[in-house]
């Protein structure tokens, strides 16, 4: 079953904002780090952002850094990525996962993938 749904995405100008969901399972977000992979067309998946199981720790891409934050509302169970000054190579279907220890930039440790959302950034 689907146990990590994205929302969010869509159809922005460069330069503007959007805002990533992805509500977990709750016995996913609670127990597991969670972060933000991405695939444009042609081009191999890219780590993005990870947020620890506490939310005490997170990494970014250095493409992204300054630019998305990760958080993790507890209360809601959810995970978001806010996206600002996008740029058109941030163009991608964007993924919502988990892991168990860690986010890796290899996505060796992912356990869980959402479907996916698209984010489209026209210049």
């Known amino acids: 079953q689907v146990q990590l749904v994205e929302s969010g995405g869509g159809l922005v100008q460069a330069g503007g904002s959007l805002r990533l969901s992805c509500a977990p399972s709750?016995?996913?977000?609670?127990?597991?780090?969670m972060g933000w992979f991405r695939q444009a067309p042609g081009k191999e998946r890219e780590f993005v952002a990870a947020?620890?199981?506490?939310?005490?720790?997170?990494h970014y891409a250095d493409s992204v850094k300054g630019r998305f934050t990760i958080s993790r509302d507890y209360a809601k169970n959810t995970v978001y990525l806010q996206m600002n000054a996008l740029k058109p190579e941030d163009t991608a279907v964007y993924y919502c996962?988990?892991?168990?220890?860690?986010?890796?930039?290899?996505?060796?440790?992912?356990?869980?993938w959402g479907q996916g959302t698209q984010v489209t950034v026209s210049s």
């Open positions: 996962t988990a892991a168990p220890r860690y986010i890796d930039t290899a996505s060796t440790e992912v356990k869980y």
């Open positions: 709750p016995h996913i977000f609670s127990s597991n780090a």
């Open positions: 947020s620890s199981w506490n939310g005490v720790s997170t």
